[in-house]
């Protein structure tokens, strides 16, 4: 594969949100699109990693992702039924697998040391996540002795940015975790000694892990790509305190020799050193090195091409360039984008989102439906990730349709079902494929190795139509882990369409057994009389507009702030048939406002104008919009200049706000304000709300 760097010339400003019309590449072998390792049940955040592998097993998957920390209680080692025949992934390996710091604790010491500082030593020596704020201070002031151990420790094997800080407020690579309190330090890679003692700590580990009487080895890795060039820092998190020096890309210390210039480079030949030496250790198998950068173009494709180190030869470029992308957080522009599609030299089905969090966070299901018409109908993949939201609830405890819309993608390219008889029809909400099927009241698919139809039934409007000549043979209900679990008694098989059967409840799961005499591949059909269409040159994105933002639709998605209720009028209107009223205004501060988490966080980060029609009741007043969200804990509130509205007349308000945050915010809301001491609690009344997302 030839290097990026040449494509550069002519791409200088990679494809936005608002410029979506480079056509994306297809696969011409269908063959290319059956691959078993990208088949896989990734990143376990839940400490019994085998619901994880449980869930795999039942949905077809044939990697899974071993997150074991050998010391962490809790963590479990490979189950003889629901590990057995997998591969597995090892996930930052760098993290999970790297050297101990080097303070040496005995065991009583150790065992006192967990229950005074918890975070700092219940993850040691597997963990490096052990700065923990209050922790630290603590132990500064009441155990002097161990504060100097732990920062000696720290010192002898982490980056570090500001030496004439005191520790632990000169960290250089950080990762925030946790409430806020804690982080995470990263590797010196500019060293070559650091690079060798991790890499071999990977590669003992993995050789560890492996299970021969389970047939449970050792696949890849999964890295979750850093941009640390950018600002010295994991991209979507801060140093602590305050910010580094942005013009830095490298850290001297007094003593200690460095082997690269930059952090960059070091991190380039740390890779290349780890698939050399993965790959002779295991000759018998193909290593994969799966990449999760966020954005893709601009954490990892692009800062690839335009490196420039005496280190970083056209062999190694392509050496670290990553078997597949997987874009972490939720985002689609991959799909278009120049840098990656086309000549940009990747087939659509090596690319992917990764992010399982941002789905069950939304509360409207076109979310996952889009995620799902989007990324399957081009030949990608919507990946199975974590536990799903940031909760750390079980897997189990989760709706079986938010774990059967990941597998789609992927069943359908093991069925190597053909990308131009995918169908994502974005004006109607379905999805349909010869193997899969989706829309607002139902999610099907064939399964990749055991030929049942695994369905979801969100409502009783669900029906999921069966081609010609294929029957239900036998029908079950699924448990939470997509194993069979009775009999289905809340559906039905009735002219050629699974639905739910009267007083089913909701949401209903179906493993069918069905029969094809044929051997035919099509299994499923839109309903009678219904067509569809697709534009792939360009993508929609989800949930990225307001919720009925002219009130002609009952206020659908609109709330308000403590006890005021929000009416909808049919006098007066600034257009349409009707307005909402704001009423019972308790507090000043009572204000109508729409949930927008999912239109944020799947536009993303950048310069939002919001517009809204408003009008006192009775008396003028002043009127502002604002957006907030909470980001670990803390509420950002961005709000514009007030305006002064008179009552009889409509006063447009606007906004343009620049958002920034890191990598998960909760709680978004677009709030219509009237603003004032003198305001006290007067109704008002809104229409016509606009957002729209300016870009970067």
Avoid at 149 to 175: C, H, I, M, T
Avoid at 620 to 640: C, M
Avoid at 663 to 691: A, H, P, S
Wanted: hydrophobic share 35%; net charge negative; no cysteine.
């Amino acid at each position: 594969m030839k290097s990026l760097r040449p494509l550069l010339a002519g791409l200088a400003a990679a494809a936005s949100l608002g410029s979506l019309t480079a056509a994306p590449s297809f696969a011409e072998d269908l063959s290319s699109l059956r691959q078993p390792w990208l088949n896989a049940e990734l990143i376990a955040w839940d400490r019994d990693i085998i619901k994880h592998h449980r869930l795999a097993q039942a949905l077809g998957y044939d990697q899974v992702t071993d997150d074991r920390d050998k010391d962490y209680p809790g963590h479990s080692k490979p189950h003889p039924t629901h590990s057995a025949g997998m591969g597995f992934y090892l996930n930052d390996p760098h993290k999970k697998a790297q050297p101990p710091f080097g303070f040496e604790l005995s065991e009583r010491e150790l065992k006192q040391a967990v229950r005074k500082y918890p975070n700092t030593f219940s993850w040691y020596p597997s963990l490096s996540r052990a700065i923990d704020e209050r922790e630290i201070a603590a132990m500064k002031k009441a155990d002097p002795d161990l504060f100097k151990k732990v920062k000696a420790g720290f010192e002898a094997n982490k980056s570090w940015v500001a030496v004439n800080r005191p520790f632990p407020d000169n960290l250089a690579q950080l990762q925030q975790w946790g409430d806020g309190q804690q982080w995470e330090p990263g590797p010196d890679f500019q060293r070559q000694s650091v690079i060798d003692a991790h890499v071999k700590a990977i590669v003992d580990y993995a050789q560890s892990a492996e299970n021969d009487k389970l047939d449970y080895h050792f696949t890849g890795v999964v890295i979750d790509v850093i941009a640390l060039w950018d600002e010295f820092s994991w991209q979507s998190n801060r140093p602590l305190p305050g910010k580094p020096n942005t013009a830095r890309s490298a850290v001297a210390r007094p003593g200690v020799t460095y082997d690269y210039d930059t952090l960059q480079e070091g991190w380039y030949v740390f890779l290349g050193q780890l698939r050399d030496e993965l790959e002779a250790a295991f000759p018998d198998r193909p290593i994969r090195f799966v990449w999760e950068p966020t954005p893709m173009v601009d954490a990892w494709v692009r800062p690839l091409a335009e490196a420039d180190f005496p280190t970083l030869t056209p062999e190694l470029r392509e050496k670290i360039r990553g078997d597949a992308l997987l874009d972490e957080k939720p985002g689609m522009n991959y799909l278009t984008d120049p840098l990656v599609q086309g000549d940009g030299g990747w087939a659509a089905h090596l690319l992917g989102t990764a992010s399982g969090d941002l789905f069950t966070k939304n509360p409207h299901y076109p979310t996952q439906l889009t995620y799902l018409g989007e990324i399957s109908s081009r030949g990608s993949y919507l990946l199975s990730y974590g536990t799903f939201d940031r909760s750390r609830r079980d897997i189990d405890e989760y709706d079986n349709q938010f774990k059967l819309i990941r597998a789609l993608s992927a069943w359908q390219n093991m069925h190597e079902t053909p990308i131009d008889a995918r169908t994502w029809d974005t004006s109607q909400s379905i999805y349909h494929s010869p193997t899969a099927y989706g829309d607002l009241h139902a999610l099907a698919g064939l399964h990749s190795k055991n030929g049942h139809v695994y369905a979801v039934l969100l409502d009783e409007d669900a029906a999921v139509h069966l081609a010609d000549g294929v029957t239900v043979t036998g029908m079950r209900g699924a448990n939470a882990f997509w194993e069979p679990d009775g009999s289905a008694r809340d559906a039905e098989f009735v002219d050629g369409v699974i639905r739910p059967a009267r007083g089913a409840e909701f949401p209903v799961s179906v493993i069918a057994e069905i029969d094809r005499p044929d051997g035919s591949p099509n299994i499923f059909t839109p309903a009678p009389g219904v067509s569809l269409s697709q534009d792939r040159a360009t993508f929609a994105l989800p949930n990225s507009k307001l919720l009925d933002p002219d009130f002609e639709s009952d206020g659908e998605g609109w709330t308000t702030t403590g006890r005021a209720r929000l009416e909808i009028v049919k006098r007066p209107v600034a257009s349409g048939q009707y307005a909402a009223r704001v009423t019972d205004r308790l507090q000043p501060w009572n204000s109508a406002w729409q949930d927008i988490t999912g239109v944020l966080m799947n536009t993303r980060q950048g310069r939002y104008r919001a517009t809204a029609q408003v009008r006192p009741a009775e008396t003028s007043g002043q009127f502002a919009l604002a957006i907030t969200f909470i980001e670990r804990g803390d509420r950002s509130d961005f709000t514009s200049e007030n305006v002064t509205a008179q009552p009889g007349e409509w006063t447009t308000v606007t906004a343009e706000l620049d958002l920034n945050w890191g990598d998960w915010i909760e709680n978004g809301r677009l709030m219509i304000r009237r603003r004032g001491k003198d305001d006290q609690t007067e109704d008002y009344f809104v229409d016509n709300v606009t957002l729209e997302y300016l870009g970067r």
